[in-house]
């Protein structure tokens, strides 16, 4: 914001969506958002204070944009308030009727709020533009996957596949967006949002332009420029993990970062990887080992199905020394229940190898 003062806008509209999109959205601008259903609650507040913005739908409970307009003009400083209209559509009879009452601003519903926001501005000079929040610095976070959709079946699911590996974040158009945000590593805009697909510029404004935008859609087909992928409703967990693991870097790894160390799940098919794959597996996992220690963490746990089993011991060693660094305390949880022989044959100090994750932690943050 320019200045200190916030810029107030009242919406008028007995539209639960349209009310909801400016509450969620306009905050993020710098505005303070009152909204009310009927004239007779708009009139109330316009009584108590006078807006920067009077923003009004077509239709409203007990009123309409004319009518308020007839009453709102004979208060004290209504002059200096800008005040616009939403509409689906108009003809031009009315759109003169509604210049001629004050009417300055005209919003095409769907809103674009975005655009809402644009068009705001230029006539509020107060008034802010919504910022994209700023890219995640740390490399090992979670990605913030943003599910830009309506569909609530599509939002359970990706909670029980995903919650665990990613911060989610839910966005119908109208609600889930709040002033801390963080930028997007995915966004899986929905077709069935304001705008469509084409819309796609909205959320970036919001969530960031970094993240990759997969398009969520019930035909099929290609999907407009700026999408990298497309997932067909109804989606499965398999392809949307397959898709938001991929896009982020984390098929191969899940990556489970905390304040002083960083646990590593190994995904299922390690163990059977031609040799050519498995070096550049060990590769990959000697990347994140040197972004671990260049954060400031000081520990490594490596979890993962048949790590430290007896027909796989070659491996489960060789993973262990790819990690291996001067001051990281990295360890291993196996399933094999025989841990002694895990630290033996794979060299591993018996205090960093154990049956499970919570026993490792516990080890290396007393050690810390």
Known sequence: MPNDRTPTVLVVSADTAVRGATNSVLPLAGWRVQDVPSYTLAMHNLKVAV???????????????????????????????????MVESIDRSLAVN????????????????VDVCEKLAEKVPDAGRIQAPPPEEDPLAKPVLVLATPNLNLREMAEKALADEFDLVFFDGAQGVDANRRAAGILVVDEGLPGGLEALR???TIFGTDGAA??????G?????????????PVRDTALKRVVRGLTGRDQYGIFPMVNGVVLRIRDGWHALEEAAFENYLANLDELAELTKDTGRKWLCLDGPYLGAVEHMPRTRALYEAATRPG????????????????????????????KTADFIKVVQDLA
């Not at 509604?98 to 709020?113: D, E, H, S, T, W």
């Not at 087909?221 to 409703?233: M, Q, R, S």
């Not at 360890?331 to 094999?336: F, H, I, K, M």
């Open 51 to 85: 807006p920067d913005v009077l923003m009004m739908d077509q239709k409203f409970q007990d009123g309409d944009p004319l009518s308020l307009m007839k009453a709102f003009r004979y208060l004290p400083g209504s002059e200096n308030t800008v005040t616009a209209v």
């Open 98 to 113: 509604y210049v001629r009452a004050g009417i300055q601003v005209f919003l095409a519903k769907p809103l674009n709020i």
């Open 202 to 204: 909205n959320w970036q």
């Open 214 to 219: 997969v398009a969520l859609t019930s035909r």
């Open 221 to 233: 087909g290609a999907a407009p420029p700026g999408y990298v992928e497309t997932l067909v409703k």
């Open 328 to 355: 990281l305390h990295v360890g291993l949880v196996t399933l094999n229940p025989e841990v002694q022989r895990v630290s033996v044959m794979c060299n591993i100090h018996p205090t960093f190898v154990h049956n």
